[in-house]
């Protein structure tokens, strides 16, 4: 009985699994296929294809070779290939910084017209998060009913490799996973586990080397954020109010700054001193009450002034 063309709007590719010495009969594995649609929707999104049930030993170099030389899609039309658990936002960054592009985030700053600076701390970080410890393992393996998220150079290649798809199964063709990839990703069985021993005793110099760069990074990392505490002890806020953190004493702030700031915070309050309605009523009344004061404050004047007057004798 043939299998279906489609499930639940999914496309379905069978792959012939070729026999191997411990199990010696051809198998059948199907991989399910459909444009990706996340929730929260990415740049790459639309030129992405979603993938379920990978085959448990595949590789981004075995998913490039299956949709290339396989399915029959120009090489070089696969951007990177994400897989279950190691789909993060740092694969898009790598992408662009291996392909000589600037990462999305300050490509779009560009443009803006926005330069970013960045600090000796942030530098620091990034250069940690990168660093890691030797692999110990030569290849993964996935465990059963995986998934992969493709993504493709444009949108166009996409297509193609779902048309592909809908062509392999009209034909009946028959796809053997891995066929011509003999020799190109490591082997698995027993030797696998032989390699993953050796793997774990990494040189001592390259060890070493791993060990001095993280400590380096690290050690610029804290010197950026003395530095950072230091200028937060010297310099007051907006408010005036220098922020207390942890360290060595410090001279106090100028109090000409601090006075400065004052100012400045007092200017900022003018423009919202009418804001609210109440408030310009209460004002009218104020300087309704003032007018007040005044005209009586000069009644009294003249009246004082007349009785001086009436007062004065001439010899």
Request: with cysteine; net charge positive; aromatic share 8%.
């Amino acid at each position: 009985m043939a299998a279906p063309f489609k499930l639940a709007d999914y496309y379905i590719l069978p792959l012939m699994l070729p026999p191997l010495a411990s199990f010696r009969t051809q198998a059948v594995h199907y991989l399910y296929l459909h444009p990706h649609e996340p929730k929260i929707p990415t740049p790459t999104t639309p030129r992405s294809l979603f993938l379920v049930n990978v085959p448990p030993d595949a590789t981004d170099t075995q998913i490039k070779h299956l949709c290339s030389k396989q399915l029959g899609i120009p090489s070089g039309r696969i951007e990177e290939v994400q897989f279950e658990g190691t789909r993060k936002r740092f694969h898009q960054e790598k992408t662009d910084m291996s392909s000589g592009l600037a990462p999305t985030g300050q490509a779009e700053n560009r443009k803006k017209g926005m330069k970013r600076k960045r600090g000796v701390e942030e530098i620091s970080v990034d250069h940690m998060d990168r660093m890691r410890l030797p692999e110990t393992w030569d290849r993964p393996v996935w465990h059963s009913g995986s998934n992969a998220v493709v993504v493709f150079v444009d949108r166009a290649s996409m297509e193609a490799v779902v048309r592909a798809v809908r062509r392999v199964q009209k034909g009946g063709e028959k796809i053997v996973w891995g066929d011509g990839m003999e020799g190109k990703t490591p082997t698995l069985g027993s030797q696998r586990y032989l390699n993953h021993q050796k793997m774990r005793y990494p040189e001592k110099t390259f060890l070493l080397e791993t060990v001095n760069s993280f400590m380096t990074a690290y050690a610029n990392q804290e010197k950026a954020r003395t530095h950072k505490l230091a200028r937060q002890r010297q310099k007051p806020d907006e408010d005036g109010f220098v922020t207390v953190t942890r360290g060595g004493r410090i001279g106090p702030a100028r109090q000409e700054e601090a006075k400065e700031r004052l100012e400045k915070q007092k200017e900022k309050q003018k423009g919202l001193e009418d804001f609210y309605r109440f408030q310009s009523r209460e004002k009218r009344k104020e300087r309704a009450g003032e007018l007040i004061r005044k005209f009586e404050q000069d009644r009294e004047k003249v009246k004082k002034m007349r009785e001086r007057r009436g007062r004065f004798k001439p010899e």
